[in-house]
């Protein structure tokens, strides 16, 4: 089994800037990524970024150039860096863990970001 545990949400101003983090303990043996979602209210949830274990980044295009995700000094941390915010960044972003060998996939409980001035 994993944990994760997210933080850094919050309100912020429009073109300002948030950092998310999520800590994973318990099983990371065959950890394979860790993601970034986030829901807005009437939508489905949606991918915003996603790290290999081999640390490739990749994003989803309305956050390209703007959100920078990366692993935190602990190999079980994960940052998301968001900047440039605006009121489409708001919602509950939650951390996806995969690992591999069986396949299984573990979210956390989400923490809000409301942009607003």
């Known amino acids: 089994q994993v944990q994760l545990e997210e933080s850094g949400g919050g309100l912020v101003q429009p073109g300002g800037s948030l950092n998310l983090s999520c800590i994973a303990s318990?099983?990371?043996?065959?950890?394979?990524?860790t993601s970034w979602y986030r829901e807005v209210r009437g939508k489905q949830r949606e991918l915003v970024a996603i790290?290999?274990?081999?640390?490739?980044?990749t994003y989803a295009d309305s956050v390209e150039g703007r959100f920078i995700i990366s692993r935190g000094d602990a190999r079980n941390t994960v940052v998301l860096q968001m900047n440039s915010l605006n009121w489409e960044d708001t919602g509950v972003y939650y951390c996806?863990?995969?690992?591999?060998?069986?396949?299984?996939?573990?979210w956390g409980r989400g923490t809000q970001v409301t942009v607003s001035s």
């Open positions: 996806n863990l995969i690992t591999t060998g069986p396949f299984q996939q573990f």
């Open positions: 318990g099983n990371l043996l065959n950890y394979a990524t």
């Open positions: 790290i290999t274990n081999g640390d490739v980044a």
